[in-house]
């Protein structure tokens, strides 16, 4: 009962270095994420992947690159951190459950345990 | 876009107290709506949800309903209980957006004995 998997658990940067947080779902979903939590903004997406072989943008995609490595993995890379991605960050998967009244599907987001990172 | 508006916190009840923290979402079409909860140092986890108007999601002691006039999904507890004390999100899929959800800002929940 693994479900999603999110490492590491912490780190702590200087500012400039990079890094990589790897994720990994053991339930055969098809879609993954990224979101960051900061203090009174709630969760922003960072980026998606709809399905394996495709990423696409979020809300707040700047200095981070992705991975869909293959459909149980999906890594965010920090190219040179800032300050600023000072987060916790969340990996998530999502069932597709069924399709909608308006379309779109009714499944819900199933999330790792997170990623406290601090930048100096 | 999509957006989702929460009730802002903190809360802070007595045990046994009713609960109700509001949220509206604003989409194109009726967006199935979900109400996850967060406990200290963990992720998060879905609470209840609801797929299409008129739907009531429940879950440990918890309900909500989605109203399509307003687009509302409050969620509501008759008694909380110290147990309660966590972070409550609430979440939509629009219509128009496969595979993406939006949250609202959270709401801080904190139940006194």
């Known amino acids: 009962n693994a479900g999603v998997t999110q490492t590491p658990k912490f780190q702590v940067l200087k500012t400039g270095q990079s890094m990589t947080l790897q994720c990994a779902q053991d339930m055969n979903h098809n879609s993954m994420y990224w979101y960051r939590q900061d203090p009174g903004m709630g969760l922003r997406l960072i980026y998606y992947s709809a399905s394996e072989g495709t990423t696409d943008k979020g809300e707040v995609p700047n200095g981070y690159n992705v991975s869909r490595l293959n459909k149980r993995e999906f890594s965010l890379r920090l190219e040179s951190a800032a300050p600023s991605q000072t987060s916790v960050y969340f990996c998530a998967s999502r069932v597709r459950g069924s399709l909608g009244t308006s379309g779109g599907y009714t499944g819900e987001l199933f999330f790792g345990e997170g990623s406290r990172l601090t930048v100096l | 876009g999509d957006s989702v508006t929460q009730m802002e916190g903190p809360v802070t009840l007595s045990e046994e107290a009713f609960l109700t923290i509001n949220c509206t979402y604003t989409a194109t079409g009726y967006p199935s709506l979900f109400w996850y909860v967060q406990y200290p140092g963990e992720g998060l986890q879905l609470l209840l949800k609801?797929?299409?108007?008129?739907d009531k999601g429940s879950n440990k002691g918890f309900e909500a309903t989605y109203r399509k006039e307003t687009t509302s999904f409050h969620l509501e507890k008759g008694s909380v209980q110290v147990s309660d004390s966590a972070v409550y999100f609430c979440s939509g899929a629009g219509g128009t957006s496969y595979g993406k959800l939006t949250f609202g800002q959270g709401t801080i929940l904190t139940v006194h004995p």
């Open positions: 609801a797929t299409k108007a008129d």
